[in-house]
DNA sequence: CTGAAAGCGCTAACAA
DNA sequence: TTGTTAGCGCTTTCAG
């Protein structure tokens, strides 16, 4: 079978130093003289020794398991947000355990404590909407273990939360559209249970406010984040008179429902009808025509959570606020107001521009 | 902290026996009169007892951990073999690691065992395309590490195998064009670095076979699995005159590509041309209009590939053949041949038929 | 069928 | 700065 695992004890032999000495190099503690530790680091390379983890979470405390907690809100979402963690996890000697949930089972939080103890997990991260769960949040709390939140709904624990800027990005995307002439904007609400929703909705909010257009109560409509619910809420929405001519739904996928819609209507996209979406998930850029978009940095708040996620483990949080910006994506599906010539570009010039291209970046606020 | 963790004393000690007898019946070994057993299963429960994965791993030669890898062909594609995986191993007490790798790497080999050897990984599943990945394959063989291969490119290895029935259902799916009177059918190829990907021609060129069509070379493009690969494809096949009226593509991505490019050329799908593709990604409902698909039995091959490597873990292996078969999902973009009554279906039927569904399932051979 | 003893490879006190 | 001595909680011999 595989070779036999070299142990502590050889690579102190062949350092000729005690055992103890050896776990300090592995464990990076103090009190080893320089020249000492490089001899053992040397032993190490030379018999290719790697400790056992079995072992030393046996003698130690810790498990060097972290889990990952998530309620799948879109492969995409969930498999950058592995990577991120990973790429983290690893580089600091860590392992991943990840945990697909059901945020609505009622006795979730039963269920984790009794993971987390069993496979002695060091820590969690939590996306969302699990970050948003509170009784999930203090449960942990209570058992004292660590974890960090990937968006969470509010900013009252910095120390322990990712955060992007979903507000400023949607009132920046809101402003993109009034600049193209739009003034009846459309916007299709997320899923109430997720809190990110809210969030977004006030940027848009704060898009209109900051573009002088009056909040209009009947150019919303309530959706649930899915495709589906993107094609009711656009039929409702497209259905008034007069008919917005752009419209920005919660995510991705309610916006592609809502393209679906407006082809079945025979409206031309972006000639009649401006649509938007939120989270650039693969699907944004093969939709026809490519979605215009918010890209959250996924990735980089995962490696981030997972890197205060260690901090903690360590005793060394620090308070700040970790915040990393998301990215407009202008793509084909937005452009000039119809029979408007108030936007900045003449109608089509935009599509050739893009066609070929995965987007254009703006760097969000 | 957390509670203070019960041991196997403990138990031994409610149950009134030793921690031998505990430990047999932890590990369902035989020798144990059944009313101990029971008094021990009791004991058990009551204690609210779990043992120590890590104690266990270390006195006996197991990690009971096995590791996942693969080089994301798509991200739903994952997460589905991650879900079917980690339903069963949790199911036997076993943790999964998962292990995102580049298949193109030089040394990747190298880093696998490196990897398997640190974490002690009792066992691996690859996923396409690494389990096409001979080098790799054999390394582990010599290594002696039990491993499980997703969709191989051969059936020689049964026992360690699981598979699809690509190649019958991509033969269904050209049949199911013919049927509808389709004569020039197009192929999108897929990366020829993917082994299903011959294996689906194969079945294409079955189904024109079957189907009384001559096999024409000029109705064939190469595609790279992208989505942008699929509109480069479709754009050369369908200036071809006669221009094909079905086109299947290899994968849902390329088959998206390619209904970009017929909207962009004014194609009505599906009245003057009609789209297939192969995966079922999520995407492929959600498109305009929705794609007729193959659906692979991602989780149950997932779940099945688990099943058969723990049991290869315990010396149970058997030498059957494991195929689960694929489903054609008929959706909206496909129909008649245009200008021909040759069809089973009268112009539009199906639309209605379906238009709301998660579109009809027919049982692949 | 059951139990006693000897580690698995490491870390955590405590000495030196 | 370094080493010694106990275990961590289990599985494995090998005896009963």
Chains 1, 2 share one sequence.
Not at 24 to 36: A, K, L, M, Y
Not at 181 to 208: S, W
Not at 328 to 348: C, F, Y
């Amino acid at each position: 079978m595989a070779i036999r695992k070299t142990t502590i004890e050889e690579v102190a032999g062949l350092a000729r130093v005690s055992i103890k000495t050896v776990s300090r190099v592995i464990n990076d503690e103090p009190n080893v003289r320089p020249s000492t530790r490089q001899r053992v680091l040397d032993a190490i390379e030379r018999l290719h020794y790697h400790p056992s983890q079995s072992a030393r979470s046996l003698a130690g405390a810790r498990s060097y398991l972290i889990g990952l907690l998530y309620d799948n809100p879109s492969s995409s979402y969930v498999t950058n947000v592995q990577e991120g963690v990973l790429d983290r996890c690893r580089a600091e000697g860590y392992e991943l355990i990840i945990n697909p949930c059901d945020y609505k089972d009622p006795d979730l939080c039963t269920q984790v404590s009794k993971m987390v103890s069993q496979a002695r997990l060091d820590g969690l991260i939590l996306t969302p909407p699990l970050s948003d769960h509170k009784a999930l949040v203090s449960t942990l709390d209570d058992q004292g273990i660590p974890f960090v939140l990937i968006a969470p709904p509010d900013r009252s624990d910095p120390a322990r939360s990712v955060f992007t800027d979903d507000r400023e990005s949607c009132c920046e995307m809101t402003c993109y559209l009034a600049s193209l002439g739009h003034e009846q904007i459309g916007y299709i609400i997320g899923h109430p249970d997720h809190a990110a929703v809210g969030t977004r909705f006030l940027g848009y909010k704060d898009g209109l406010d900051r573009s002088g257009i009056r909040f209009d109560e009947r150019s919303t409509e309530q959706g649930y984040n899915s495709f589906e619910s993107g094609e009711l809420a656009a039929r409702k929405m497209l259905s008034l008179d007069p008919r917005p001519t752009a419209v920005f739904a919660g995510n991705d996928d309610m916006a592609a429902g809502a393209m679906k819609m407006a082809h079945e209507l025979g409206l031309g996209i972006p000639e009649d009808l401006s649509i938007v979406g939120f989270d650039d998930v693969p699907l944004a850029s093969h939709l026809w025509p490519a979605l215009t978009t918010i890209r959250q940095p996924i990735r980089e708040m995962a490696d981030k959570a997972a890197e205060l996620l260690l901090r903690q483990i360590r005793g060394e949080s620090r308070e700040e606020l970790h915040s990393i910006p998301s990215t407009l994506v202008i793509r084909d599906s937005t452009g000039p107001k119809p029979d408007s010539n108030n936007g900045r570009l003449g109608s089509g010039s935009m599509k050739e521009a893009d066609s070929e291209s995965r987007g254009t970046e703006i760097r969000s606020a």
